[in-house]
């Protein structure tokens, strides 16, 4: 079974970088998209962009112009970077599996327990 | 971009009742429509795939449908498990799009 965990500091100070790894165990990171998705305190889902195994990256708009994902087959890892953070990125960030290995990809059944980070000095 | 329009946004009912939430996409989507489930604390759970479709182990109680681009889902007899928030999500056009969710909660 497909099991995926983040991790990274759960507190990041304003301006500078949040960064965060997404490990996948039980199944390669080959073959599938995988994506990151954020949920702000009391708020919806927001779709943050996704990586292929071969490195092809997707983003949505509202972080896109402070978004990097990249991936790491080797370790089975892929990773978000989000620069230049405030308080409006204070959120549970997941990571997840697409659904399927063609298109339309989507999003499925794994994804990571989803981890807090808190933008604040 | 393709918008996700979920109503209501928060539903009361009992146990045994029968709750339906609504999606209506802003284009043609074809059937790549999820619905999860959320509960405090947890990751979205999947529960209905290409808009009618159970997920394995997921009990037959909860259903989707389609209409266009009209998404229903239901569920019958509701258990007290199935207080949550959920939410639909499109697939069909990058970015993936999510409604904005409807917490059901106990009468």
């Known amino acids: 079974q497909v099991q995926l965990q983040e991790s990274g500091p759960g507190l990041v100070k304003p301006s500078e970088t949040l960064s965060l790894t997404c490990t996948v165990s039980?199944?390669?990171?080959?073959?599938?998209?995988w994506s990151w998705i954020r949920q702000s305190p009391g708020k919806g889902l927001e779709w943050i962009g996704r990586?292929?195994?071969?490195?092809?990256?997707?983003?949505g708009p509202s972080l896109k112009s402070r978004v990097t994902i990249s991936v790491d087959t080797s370790k089975n890892q892929f990773f978000l970077k989000v620069r230049s953070v405030t308080a409006a990125d204070t959120a549970v960030y997941y990571c997840?599996?697409?659904?399927?290995?063609?298109?339309?990809f989507g999003l499925g059944q794994f994804w990571g327990q989803g981890t807090l980070v808190i933008v604040s000095s | 971009d393709i918008q996700m329009t979920q109503s209501p946004s928060s539903l009361s009912a009992s146990v045994g009742d029968r709750v339906t939430i609504t999606c209506q996409a802003s284009?043609?989507?074809?059937?790549?429509l999820n619905w999860y489930q959320q509960t405090p604390g947890k990751a979205p759970k999947l529960l209905i795939y290409?808009?009618?479709h159970l997920e394995t182990g997921v009990p037959s109680r909860f259903s989707g449908s389609r209409s266009g681009t009209h998404f229903t889902f239901t569920i019958n007899s509701l258990q007290p498990e199935d207080f949550a928030t959920y939410y639909c999500?499109?697939?069909?056009?990058?970015?993936?799009?999510f409604g904005q969710g409807t917490k059901l909660e106990i009468k």
């Open positions: 997840a599996r697409s659904q399927y290995s063609t298109p339309p």
């Open positions: 039980g199944g390669s990171i080959s073959s599938y998209y």
């Open positions: 990586i292929s195994y071969s490195g092809n990256t997707n983003y």
């Open positions: 284009q043609d989507i074809t059937n790549n």
């Open positions: 290409d808009a009618l």
């Open positions: 999500q499109q697939y069909d056009n990058l970015p993936y799009s």
